[in-house]
């Protein structure tokens, strides 16, 4: 069963175009293709418009990402930007080394209030190691080109667990972000997806500081709070009504839909993947058809597993209710003994402990 027509509230939009392809990468990326851009924003424009009907008339959330979001050519971007629904939070994604002082005003004047930013670090041999074209500097000009245009709600994305990186560089990559006051900041661990040309290259390494990681987070968490952020989500910290509110849906598990090649859907009990090739994208959209995708049918309990898995990752309660069945009684009582998890009236939530954990101690509750 679908969700109800009219009734969905976010929107993510994959525009896929980078200059280059980082090592690390598993996203649905093409490289260049400059030529292509505006034929598949047509495209993306045209499968919002066949399936408009699902979206509410004004929408909570709406989230450009990639690839690499301003690498598209302007023209076409705009173009996109300027079709899309009303929506309270609209986030585009940006790596540094795009953003200009024009960017960032097309940006602003195609509603467009909240960006997230690519920074991963602000080491140039940890940026070299990463494959990452923009420099330190690049990042610090983009924020400041960003305020200069009126943004008043930038994330920045890092992350830790880069090979070779020590703590030290790690705690002068924390100061950095933090010097430029950005309203919200996404710390993610390094993963390296088995087959990528990255973990051939540095696999030893990171199999060799993975024990560390846990340490070097828990100094992420300690410098972040410190400064006065809330550690809301696993791998995300903001300041006071700063969420990034769009992945706070997927979090709270409603319902989503996503456009352009690779993209995802969660619609009540129906999950769609659109296939990752352009060329059949755009094809079938310009017949009017829509993409190819895959189609998988949930059940009841895999919501309430994924519900948990999600829900878990916040620091508000998530509701007993909600998950019913997915969680076994007898874990329950194990991981509250063990202090890494409490109830809260009607919810549970994870300690702290349990947070750094995460993942093994949501493992142990799932029935």
Same mark, same amino acid.
């Given at each position: 069963?679908?969700?109800?027509?009219?009734?969905?509230?976010?929107?993510?939009?994959?525009?896929?175009?980078?200059?280059?392809?980082?090592?690390?990468?598993?996203?649905?990326?093409?490289?260049?293709?400059?030529?292509?851009?505006?034929?598949?924003?047509?495209?993306?424009? @045209?499968?919002?418009?066949?399936?408009?009907?699902?979206?509410?008339?004004?929408?909570?959330?709406?989230?450009?990402?990639?690839?690499?979001?301003?690498?598209?050519?302007?023209?076409?971007? #705009?173009?996109?930007?300027?079709?899309?629904?009303?929506?309270?939070?609209?986030?585009?994604? &940006?790596?540094?080394?795009?953003?200009?002082? $024009?960017?960032?005003?097309?940006? $602003?004047?195609?509603?467009?209030?909240?960006?997230?930013?690519?920074?991963? /670090? =602000?080491?140039? /041999?940890?940026?070299? %190691?990463?494959?990452?074209?923009?420099?330190?500097?690049? %990042?610090?000009?983009?924020?400041?080109?960003?305020?200069?245009?009126?943004?008043?709600?930038? /994330?920045?994305?890092?992350?830790?667990?880069?090979?070779?990186? $020590?703590?030290?560089?790690?705690?002068?990559?924390? #100061?950095?972000?933090?010097?430029?006051?950005?309203?919200?900041?996404?710390?993610?661990?390094?993963?390296?997806?088995?087959?990528? @040309? =990255?973990?051939?290259?540095?696999?030893?390494?990171?199999?060799?500081?993975?024990?560390?990681?846990?340490?070097?987070?828990?100094?992420?968490? #300690?410098?972040?709070?410190?400064?006065?952020?809330?550690?809301? #989500?696993?791998?995300? =910290?903001?300041?006071?009504?700063?969420?990034?509110?769009?992945?706070?849906?997927?979090?709270?598990?409603?319902?989503?839909?996503?456009?352009?090649?690779?993209? %995802?859907?969660?619609?009540?009990?129906?999950?769609?993947?659109?296939?990752?090739?352009?060329?059949?994208?755009?094809?079938?959209? &310009?017949?009017?058809?829509?993409?190819?995708?895959?189609?998988?049918?949930?059940?009841?309990?895999?919501?309430?597993?994924?519900?948990?898995?999600?829900?878990?990752?916040?620091?508000r309660p998530l509701p007993l209710a909600a998950v019913g069945s997915a969680v076994e009684p007898a874990a329950l009582s194990r991981v509250e003994r063990l202090g890494l998890a409490e109830r809260r009236?009607?919810?549970?939530?994870? /300690?702290?402990?349990?947070? =750094? !954990?995460?993942?093994?101690?949501?493992?142990? !509750?799932?029935?």
């Amino acid at each position: 069963m679908s969700a109800v027509g009219g009734q969905v509230r976010h929107l993510y939009v994959h525009l896929p175009f980078c200059a280059h392809r980082c090592g690390y990468c598993d996203f649905v990326t093409l490289v260049g293709r400059h030529g292509e851009h505006g034929a598949y924003v047509d495209a993306v424009m @045209r499968e919002l418009r066949l399936e408009g009907g699902i979206l509410a008339p004004r929408l909570e959330t709406i989230f450009l990402g990639g690839g690499t979001p301003t690498f598209t050519e302007a023209g076409a971007l #705009e173009g996109l930007l300027a079709s899309l629904p009303d929506a309270d939070e609209v986030t585009v994604e &940006a790596n540094p080394e795009t953003v200009t002082p $024009s960017l960032a005003r097309l940006l $602003s004047r195609n509603r467009v209030n909240r960006v997230s930013l690519g920074a991963q /670090s =602000f080491n140039t /041999s940890l940026l070299a %190691v990463l494959e990452r074209r923009c420099r330190p500097e690049d %990042v610090r000009r983009a924020v400041h080109d960003l305020r200069d245009a009126g943004f008043d709600n930038i /994330s920045l994305d890092l992350l830790y667990g880069i090979p070779g990186q $020590s703590t030290a560089e790690l705690e002068a990559d924390v #100061e950095s972000a933090l010097a430029l006051a950005p309203e919200h900041v996404s710390y993610y661990e390094l993963e390296a997806k088995p087959g990528t @040309r =990255f973990t051939h290259a540095h696999g030893e390494e990171l199999a060799r500081q993975a024990d560390a990681m846990e340490g070097y987070f828990e100094r992420v968490v #300690e410098a972040l709070v410190g400064a006065g952020y809330r550690w809301y #989500e696993t791998a995300n =910290f903001c300041l006071p009504g700063r969420e990034a509110r769009h992945n706070l849906g997927y979090w709270l598990g409603r319902d989503y839909l996503g456009v352009g090649i690779g993209a %995802v859907s969660t619609l009540g009990l129906e999950r769609r993947r659109n296939a990752p090739k352009l060329a059949g994208y755009v094809a079938a959209l &310009a017949r009017g058809l829509a993409p190819p995708r895959e189609i998988e049918t949930l059940d009841e309990e895999t919501k309430r597993r994924e519900r948990l898995m999600l829900g878990l990752r916040l620091d508000r309660p998530l509701p007993l209710a909600a998950v019913g069945s997915a969680v076994e009684p007898a874990a329950l009582s194990r991981v509250e003994r063990l202090g890494l998890a409490e109830r809260r009236g009607d919810g549970l939530v994870l /300690s702290d402990r349990g947070r =750094f !954990l995460g993942d093994a101690v949501t493992a142990e !509750l799932m029935a």
